[in-house]
């Protein structure tokens, strides 16, 4: 018995995050009441404080069980890169954007933490370290795709010394471009097969 009283109270922490995300990403944060998610969840506001101590409790829970699986998809291609390191990058640029646009909880956790993440919100002010942080860790990941693909010699090299190194910020920007647009104009930006385009076009614009 108490093992099933542990597997429901799971549940509900689940439904809970599911419907605050979904939530957050359509109204944001701070013009979403915990009396609407716990209504939205069909559980009672005391069962949502059981689980969440208040808001910043359960944006931060969201936030640490929602994480976009980016380490994943970065291992497989830092595997593939061995064999072309500037197709890798195609590889991993292409399933960050399918992954996000491709899953509702993923692009959800998107609008939420890197489409809002400029909006005035304590919850969110209080994870601005923790999100600089997740957005370092992709520019580490796509510095050692572009080392790599240096060191095969399918891009340019790099900058005389003196100036800044941005190819690997330029792809976060890119992906942060593809995603946020095919998000908010997706007139401008129609899915994979576009998005594909543009990357190839930059590619093609860096390589030797």
């Not at 013009?31 to 359960?58: C, M, P």
């Not at 609008?111 to 209080?126: I, R």
């Not at 999100?131 to 790599?148: A, F, G, N, P, Y």
Request: one cysteine or more.
């Amino acid at each position: 018995m108490a093992r099933r009283t542990k597997e429901q109270a799971e549940q509900t922490k689940q439904a809970l995050l599911d419907t605050a995300l979904e939530m957050f990403s359509q109204q944001g944060i701070s013009q979403t009441s915990l009396k609407s998610i716990a209504a939205g969840a069909e559980v009672t506001h005391g069962a949502l404080y059981w689980h969440f101590k208040n808001r910043s409790d359960l944006v931060e829970n969201l936030y640490y069980e929602r994480r976009l699986p980016l380490e994943e998809v970065f291992l497989d291609q830092l595997q593939a890169a061995r064999q072309s390191a500037v197709v890798a990058i195609k590889q991993f640029l292409l399933e960050w954007f399918d992954l996000v646009l491709g899953d509702d909880r993923y692009r959800q956790r998107w609008q939420v933490f890197h489409q809002q993440s400029g909006v005035v919100c304590p919850e969110l002010a209080s994870l601005s370290e923790q999100i600089t942080e997740e957005r370092t860790q992709w520019l580490v990941s796509l510095s050692k795709l572009v080392k790599k693909a240096r060191k095969q010699k399918q891009i340019a090299a790099k900058p005389n010394k003196g100036k800044p190194d941005l190819l690997a910020d330029n792809l976060l920007v890119l992906m942060y471009s593809l995603i946020n647009t095919s998000l908010m104009t997706p007139a401008l930006c129609k899915g994979h097969k576009q998005a594909e385009q543009v990357i190839d076009t930059y590619l093609k614009g860096v390589s030797r």
